[in-house]
């Protein structure tokens, strides 16, 4: 079964500096019938504008991925991180037992990130951050590892996020297509982050969110160029 949620239908709040919209009940946005899939808790769609971004604030007990789909993130945290995701990088943040951390926009243009939170396989893991490059250049074309969890994906280097789930992202030209197998009883959620996608024969249109179940396999092919992130979830 494949379910397009519509960028449009989305919940939506517009604090200024920071104009959100969320995939799934976050916040003041409640939707019962949207409260995640599997361990994806989170899915923010975020538009920062320049020199602002979220003060020191504090995390537990979350894997948190921000991806970065125009301009840059700078974090920094407690634990002596600090480090600038350009667009098209990745950031992962393992809160475990507790972080403290910053992420501002202190460029002088827009930044828009998916932020990407996943629930971990138990509480009370070591905090830990670190960045990952996007599939770019030789890379593109084809599904690469952003992060995992998964048996299956540890004989690699990927950033480990506690969980049994993977994070994977793709650029594609037009007409080019990627398939990613689905586990028994696995799903998925994907989001096109540039472009148009057709999953399975089902059309979806940048920035919309995509529930995948019941699926063994997922065709994604690209009308027009176009940019994605999947997640891979028990």
Do not use: C
Request: no cysteine.
């Amino acid at each position: 079964m494949i379910e397009i949620r519509p960028f449009g239908t989305l919940g939506h709040a517009n604090h200024g500096w920071l104009d959100a919209y969320h995939h799934f009940s976050f916040a003041d946005y409640m939707d019962p019938k949207r409260m995640g899939v599997g361990p994806l808790r989170v899915w923010n769609d975020d538009t920062i504008t320049a020199q602002s971004g979220f003060p020191p604030h504090g995390h537990r007990d979350m894997e948190i991925i921000t991806y970065v789909r125009h301009g840059a993130i700078t974090h920094e945290d407690n634990l002596g991180n600090r480090g600038r995701t350009e667009a098209g990088d990745v950031q992962i943040m393992s809160a475990g037992t507790g972080i403290q951390h910053s992420e501002f926009n202190i460029e002088d243009e827009t930044t828009q990130i998916f932020q990407i939170w996943i629930t971990p396989d138990r509480q009370g893991h070591a905090p830990r951050w670190e960045t990952r490059t996007f599939p770019r250049g030789d890379n593109a074309g084809q599904l690469v590892m952003l992060a995992s969890g998964r048996a299956e994906d540890t004989n690699t280097y990927v950033p480990i996020i506690h969980q049994d789930a993977a994070l994977l992202g793709a650029t594609l030209r037009d007409g080019q297509s990627v398939t990613h197998a689905l586990g028994a009883g696995r799903k998925a959620y994907l989001v096109p982050s540039k472009g148009v996608l057709e999953i399975n024969g089902t059309t979806a249109q940048e920035r919309d969110g995509v529930v995948v179940v019941d699926e063994s396999e997922i065709r994604i092919t690209a009308r027009g160029d176009a940019e994605l992130v999947l997640a891979d979830l028990p």
